[in-house]
């Protein structure tokens, strides 16, 4: 049977950031070579467009352009602005959704009639495409209702089922559905669905009891392999739209949608696909595979990097907050990290080890323990270190024989 593949993007505001990292590890593996359909809520509904454009380097560049004092600009009828979101949208080809191949769904909950609806966008005109997709990021308490025709439509991301929209991608015959959660307790055999308010009154005291009711991807859509890619740790605040945090989730996103696909062995297809990342991709894999085969304990590491003459005192360039660094492979309290300008990497990686110091007060009472960062190593090339740490695997391996 021919794979079409659908992708559902859930909602998170400037969590979306995240899915975009991911975008690089599908590329990575043909998974978006055969997509056939996007759905998304709010956000994911606004980067189920880029998806749908195919410019990863745009929707790069547009995530890298948003700034937190824009978003959170107070709104003439509404708490925010919304002027951020119409100037991204103004800047987006949506003209080109009619002929780019892949269906986009968009989620809204039209306030009018109290339902969900699921609304394929390719064929509408451009400026109803914007209202849409301004109505399904329409988040709750915060941004005015968009109208429509007449119509009012909101955020519907309150329940986990809607800010997951499978059914639009099941429905258009998709056989295997990849949902991009923002969400690290997501779990797809376990999505809340509705919530069932019942008022009750025991000794004139009115109380209330909620019935959640849950339902299982799998069963609910049985033709199609569902494949959740899950956080393994949580993204922040909705609302963080910092710069830096932003560039830090494209980064996180790729990372670890990578190591998702190398964990369930799904095999490179474009392995010179990548525009923000290049070579660094199979450099991080050696370095990770290296490290972790040849050293079991942060000491053992600890004792290599004395032994070894490298110089690692080599200047970064800084270019504001856009200058970062990304974890790239932990052992225990260490961690190497890669010097990151925007979301272009570079060859400069350092080491740094967290320090946890107990404090007391001066009656003896424990306080808040305090958290050090202690470079071991400053910035080193990292054509040097692996040199060293292959001299090293060679020693270790005669010592053996």
């Known amino acids: 049977m021919e794979k079409n593949i659908g992708l559902v993007l859930c909602g998170g505001a400037a969590r979306g950031a995240y899915q975009i990292g991911e ?38 560049d547009t995530w890298r352009n948003i700034y937190f004092n824009d978003m959170i600009k107070p709104g003439k009828d509404s708490i925010l602005s919304r002027k951020c979101v119409r100037d991204i949208l103004d800047r987006c080809p949506l003209e080109r959704l009619k002929y780019c191949g892949i ?7 039209n306030k009018s009639v109290k339902m969900i609806e699921y609304v394929r966008i390719n064929d509408l005109p451009v400026e109803t495409m914007k209202s849409y997709l301004l109505g399904s990021s329409s988040m709750r308490v915060v941004y005015k209702a968009e109208k429509i025709d007449g119509e009012k439509y909101k955020d519907p991301g309150r329940w986990e089922y809607y800010n997951t929209p499978v059914k639009p991608v099941y429905d258009c015959g998709c056989n295997e559905i990849y949902i991009l959660t923002l969400d690290k307790s997501f779990s797809a055999e376990k999505i809340r669905k ?34 959740s890619l899950v956080p393994p740790l949580g993204l922040g605040s909705v609302l963080k739209f910092r710069n830096k945090n932003l560039l830090t989730l494209m980064s996180r996103g790729r990372n670890e949608a990578e190591n998702f696909f190398e964990e369930h062995g799904y095999n490179i297809v474009n ?21 972790k085969e040849k050293f079991t304990t942060q000491e053992q590491l600890r004792e290599f990097l004395y032994s070894i003459d490298i110089d690692h005192r080599h200047p970064v360039m800084k270019k504001g907050k856009r200058h970062f660094w990304s974890d790239i492979v932990r052992l225990d309290n260490m961690v190497m990290q890669q010097h990151l300008i925007g979301a272009q990497r570079w060859d400069h990686y350092r080491i740094v080890e967290t320090i946890t110091e107990k404090r007391y007060d001066h009656k003896g009472n424990r306080k808040k323990d305090k958290v050090k960062k202690r470079c071991i190593m400053y910035t080193f090339k990292i054509e040097e270190f692996l040199g060293e740490l292959q001299k090293y695997k060679q020693k270790q391996s005669c010592k053996k024989e």
């Open 23 to 60: 975008w690089e590890a599908l590329e990575h593996y043909g998974i978006m070579d055969k997509v056939r359909a996007v759905s998304g809520t709010s956000v994911g509904a606004l980067n189920a467009v880029l998806f749908a454009l195919g410019d990863r380097k745009f929707a790069v």
């Open 271 to 291: 392995d010179d696909c990548a525009i923000i990342i290049d070579k660094y991709d199979r450099i991080n894999r050696e370095l990770k595979s290296l490290i």
């Open 194 to 227: 509705t919530q069932k308010i019942r008022k009750y009154r025991k000794k004139k005291i009115f109380y209330i009891k909620k019935h959640k009711r849950h339902i299982s991807a799998s069963k609910e859509f049985p033709d199609a392999d569902i494949i």
């Open 103 to 109: 269906d986009v769904y968009v989620t809204v909950y």
